[in-house]
């Protein structure tokens, strides 16, 4: 199209010309590409917004009247003894998940504090507190580990940041992971007391992460249980059963505790399953936390199966097909951390706002300079979009290889929510017609066949974004704020 175009990703800037062959910013075969550091331009337009649901109070009158039987004084007294724990008319004002979730929790919770008493036990015995009364030293190791967990925990905070909104199940999973390995290493002082501030520091560290990662998704998760506007109500009977939890699990650690040896194998032994089951009650609990923000993983799941190949063998959507929330959560994948889509059969994966400097690293086969090449087209055509596209805030570029190829997503510093949902919409019907049998081997007889169906897709998703975005809505998807990349990682495309 004879024009040069600046691409500025983060503080690295990228030049791509026209019709050149050379990778932005590369000078050689075997050197890495430059980038000139910029000063920092990029305004993060992304930032989270949670809404707090003002309290709902509401009142449950007793209908009951006349004689009663034995058992419904016993329903009335367990009523009166749940009423503390479970949120006002919980039965219409939350949502069926949210009573396996606490029940789970609970689990997860009491056996937590009752490994901690263990775990607490063994650190006191590695301090010599059972042979006499507890020295000045052991004090001021016990003040300095504390010191050294809280840094920690800021340090995590400042490095995790969106990810507990985008990604609240998976954080709470590994704040329980954290909060165990944290009581393993507490078990393990007694048999190296010498090391008692290195190992309670980072247990201690281990602990703050833990706190602040169930105290931070503590709004999201709750807040996907309300059915009404009862969030300040079921915060509270949240933390009423946590308490709860705690002082059962503490006594129950108090009595294994004072019923065993106090030797650290002993300990262990009591500690080893109270842990490996609180780990299960927190994991089995998640599975019943719905998550109506979208997230690369849910965002993939909720679109696969409604973007497809009819048997005519064109691209069609069917808002039918569309999965809702609660069909995501039943299938989500929250133990580890999902950055891309990954391939699935004939269909390519797709790499979400990659950085522009390391393009071609890890592609399989090929000679360096064919790869160097081939990734200088596909930046070129990505940030060279044809005339009907140039009003866009996403760019897709495609990486031709012996299946379907990789494709490559990246966003606009002016995109906004739509955008980036019409971006990412575009990339999955892409992927699923590439995967139709749309193959071509060669990289410059089959430019042109994938630059028409790029075209191709994009007419289609224009045509039926609407309609998506209207079934996205009705099936209670939360497209308010988008979780899909980075405000690092947006780029700014200017023409030069």
């Given at each position: 199209?004879?024009?040069?175009?600046?691409?500025?990703?983060?503080?690295?800037?990228?030049?791509?010309?026209?019709?050149?062959?050379?990778?932005?910013?590369?000078?050689?075969?075997?050197?890495?590409?430059?980038?000139?550091?910029?000063?920092?331009?990029?305004?993060?337009?992304?930032?989270?917004?949670?809404?707090?649901?003002?309290e709902h109070k509401s009142k449950v009158k007793d209908s009951t009247s006349g004689q009663t039987s034995l058992a419904d004084r016993v329903?009335?007294?367990?009523?009166?003894?749940?009423?503390?724990?479970?949120?006002?008319?919980?039965?219409?004002?939350?949502?069926?998940?949210?009573?396996?979730?606490?029940?789970?929790?609970?689990?997860?919770n009491t056996l937590g504090s009752a490994s901690g008493v263990l775990a607490t036990q063994a650190m006191l015995y590695a301090m010599g507190l059972g042979a006499g009364a507890l020295p000045l030293?052991?004090?001021?190791?016990?003040?300095?580990?504390?010191g050294f967990g809280q840094l920690g925990g800021v340090i995590y905070a400042t490095m995790v940041g969106q990810k507990f909104d985008s990604d609240p199940k998976h954080q709470r999973f590994w704040s329980a992971v954290w909060l165990q390995s944290a009581t393993w290493l507490e078990m393990l002082t007694p048999l190296a007391p010498h090391l008692f501030l290195l190992i309670g520091s980072v247990a201690n560290i281990g602990k703050n992460i833990s706190w602040l990662a169930m105290s931070a998704t503590k709004a999201s998760i709750n807040k996907t249980f309300c059915r009404k506007e009862n969030l300040g109500d079921l915060t509270a009977k949240s933390g009423s059963q946590a308490t709860a939890a705690g002082l059962l699990g503490t006594a129950v650690g108090v009595l294994i505790g004072a019923t065993m040896d106090v030797s650290?194998?002993?300990?262990?032994?009591?500690?080893?399953?109270?842990?490996?089951?609180?780990?299960?009650?927190?994991?089995?609990?998640?599975?019943?936390?719905?998550?109506?923000?979208?997230?690369?993983?849910?965002?993939?799941?909720?679109?696969?199966?409604?973007?497809?190949?009819?048997?005519?063998?064109?691209?069609?959507?069917?808002?039918?097909?569309?999965?809702?929330?609660?069909?995501?959560?039943?299938?989500?994948?929250?133990?580890?951390?999902?950055?891309?889509?990954?391939?699935?059969?004939?269909?390519?994966?797709?790499?979400?706002?990659?950085?522009?400097s390391h393009l071609g690293r890890g592609l399989p086969g090929g000679n360096h300079a064919k790869i160097q090449a081939d990734v200088a087209r596909m930046v070129n055509d990505a940030f060279n979009p044809p005339s009907t596209r140039q009003d866009e805030k996403y760019f897709i570029g495609h990486m031709p290889s012996s299946n379907s190829g990789i494709l490559y997503l990246w966003f606009g510093t002016h995109a906004t929510n739509s955008d980036i949902l019409k971006g990412l919409y575009h990339a999955m019907v892409y992927r699923e017609m590439l995967a139709g049998g749309h193959k071509t081997h060669s990289a410059t007889q089959g430019q042109v066949a994938f630059a028409e169906l790029c075209e191709q897709s994009y007419e289609f998703s224009q045509r039926t974004f609407a309609e998506f975005c209207q079934a996205v809505t009705q099936s209670g998807w939360d497209t308010g704020t988008m979780y899909l990349s980075k405000s690092s990682r947006l780029v700014d495309v200017r023409s030069q």
């Open positions: 199209m004879g024009r040069t175009i600046v691409v500025r990703q983060g503080q690295l800037e990228s030049t791509v010309a026209s019709g050149s062959n050379a990778l932005p910013g590369a000078r050689g075969r075997d050197q890495e590409p430059l980038s000139a550091p910029l000063a920092p331009h990029m305004s993060h337009k992304f930032k989270i917004s949670l809404s707090v649901i003002p329903r009335q007294s367990y009523a009166s003894l749940m009423k503390p724990f479970l949120p006002a008319d919980y039965k219409n004002t939350v949502t069926p998940e949210y009573i396996h979730y606490t029940k789970w929790q609970f689990v997860h030293s052991a004090a001021i190791n016990w003040v300095l580990k504390d650290v194998y002993t300990l262990i032994v009591g500690f080893v399953p109270l842990s490996l089951i609180s780990l299960w009650g927190n994991y089995k609990s998640l599975l019943y936390a719905i998550t109506p923000t979208l997230n690369v993983e849910r965002a993939r799941l909720m679109i696969e199966d409604a973007v497809r190949l009819n048997d005519n063998g064109h691209i069609c959507f069917e808002s039918a097909r569309l999965r809702t929330p609660r069909q995501v959560s039943e299938v989500e994948t929250f133990m580890r951390e999902v950055r891309n889509i990954q391939p699935n059969g004939q269909r390519p994966g797709i790499t979400i706002s990659p950085m522009l």
